[in-house]
Antibody
Framework: QVQLVESGGGLVKPGGSLRLSCAAS????????MSWIRQAPGKGLEWVSY????????NYADSVKGRFTISRDNAKNSLYLQMNSLRAEDTAVYYC??????????????WGQGTLVTVSS | QSVLTQPPSVSGAPGQRVTISCTGS?????????VHWYQQLPGTAPKLLIY???NRPSGVPDRFSGSKSGTSASLAITGLQAEDEADYYC???????????FGGGTKLTVL
């Protein structure tokens, strides 16, 4: 069965950095695009970024562009999110999700349990 | 505010039918991009409920159905059950933003 397990969340000061990881199992990781989606406390879902299966293509939400970097290691079945210059408004649960669909019409068919990132002094 | 607009809340009694709307614009739903729906039970991660406007993943009961017309989409739930109480989100792609977009979410209360 598909399993996605995030780690790396925690408390960080404004301006600080954090690296999230997502360990995937139960499917051929290198065949799928992958994505990060976040949810601020008590708020809705916000797409953050996705990466192609071979890492050749990435896309970011404007709110994180230039500060966050998505990457993957297909040999380790792992997805990453490097978050720099963190702001209070980045406080959220970050979900790793598998991407399905075609071209731009992607959707997220499996989600991890999420990891909480809190940005506060 | 979200690019896709959903009502903040809907409610219904057990056994009833409810619908949740998702209104977009000419740069997302109206441009022909597919709409997908997710269910988020309290304290859990979202789960894919409907993909490609009207398709159900394996394991999703046929009480859940999706449709799309013009710049809007709808999720219908028939035979409402207590376990359906959750937040529901629509999702599509926006060509102006060149980004995946979600609706603001709708909280379903089963009375």
């Amino acid at each position: 069965q598909v399993q996605l397990v995030e780690s790396g969340g925690g408390l960080v000061k404004p301006g600080g950095s954090l690296r999230l990881s997502c360990a995937a199992s139960g499917f051929t990781f290198s065949d799928y695009y992958m994505s990060w989606i976040r949810q601020a406390p008590g708020k809705g879902l916000e797409w953050v970024s996705y990466i192609s299966s071979s890492s050749s293509y990435t896309n970011y939400a404007d709110s994180v562009k230039g500060r966050f970097t998505i990457s993957r290691d297909n040999a380790k079945n792992s997805l990453y999110l490097q978050m720099n210059s963190l702001r209070a408004e980045d406080t959220a649960v970050y979900y790793c999700a598998r991407v399905d669909g075609k071209a731009l019409e992607v959707y997220f068919d499996y989600w991890g349990q999420g990891t909480l990132v809190t940005v506060s002094s | 505010q979200s690019v896709l607009t959903q009502p903040p809340s809907v409610s219904g009694a057990p056994g009833q039918r409810v619908t949740i709307s998702c209104t977009g614009s000419s740069s997302n739903i109206g441009a022909g991009y597919d709409v997908h729906w997710y269910q988020q039970l309290p304290g859990t991660a979202p789960k894919l409920l409907i993909y490609g406007n009207s398709n159900r993943p394996s394991g999703v009961p046929d009480r859940f159905s999706g449709s799309k017309s013009g710049t809007s989409a709808s999720l219908a739930i028939t035979g409402l059950q207590a376990e359906d109480e959750a937040d529901y989100y629509c999702q599509s792609y926006d060509s102006s933003l060149r980004a995946v977009v979600f609706g603001g979410g709708t909280k379903l209360t089963v009375l």
